[in-house]
């Protein structure tokens, strides 16, 4: 996480410079499937992807790297972060309670604000 700002920092400052534009590559992984956020196309396994595939990302998580990597250097404690989770969390199911429960849009309203 850190190599990404850090790398984002110096592109920005780079084009600044007028010596853009500069193009930066993440390899990254998916965690969830491509259908939603629960795709379950085999059974008790959310992805068609080997389990074993997937467990080895979830062990390079760049968030709970860097959630560990803040605790262990004293710039936050661990009580601190689940807190942050558990209100993140809570505001999350509180949007999705709210969009649940609100009207659906009007068959009229279908083209405002879509712009070209």
Known sequence: MLAVYEAGKSAAEQCRRGGGPVFIECLTYRFRGHVGPDDNIQGN??????????????????????????????????????????????????????????ARPRKEDLKCYVFK
């Open 45 to 102: 396994h959310t992805d068609i992807r080997p389990k074993q595939e997937m467990d080895s990302w979830l062990q390079r998580d760049p968030i709970r790297s860097f959630e560990e990597y803040l605790v262990r250097g004293g710039f936050v404690e661990k009580q601190e972060l689940d807190d942050i989770r558990r209100r993140a969390e809570a505001e999350v199911a509180e949007a999705h309670r709210f969009a649940r429960n609100s």
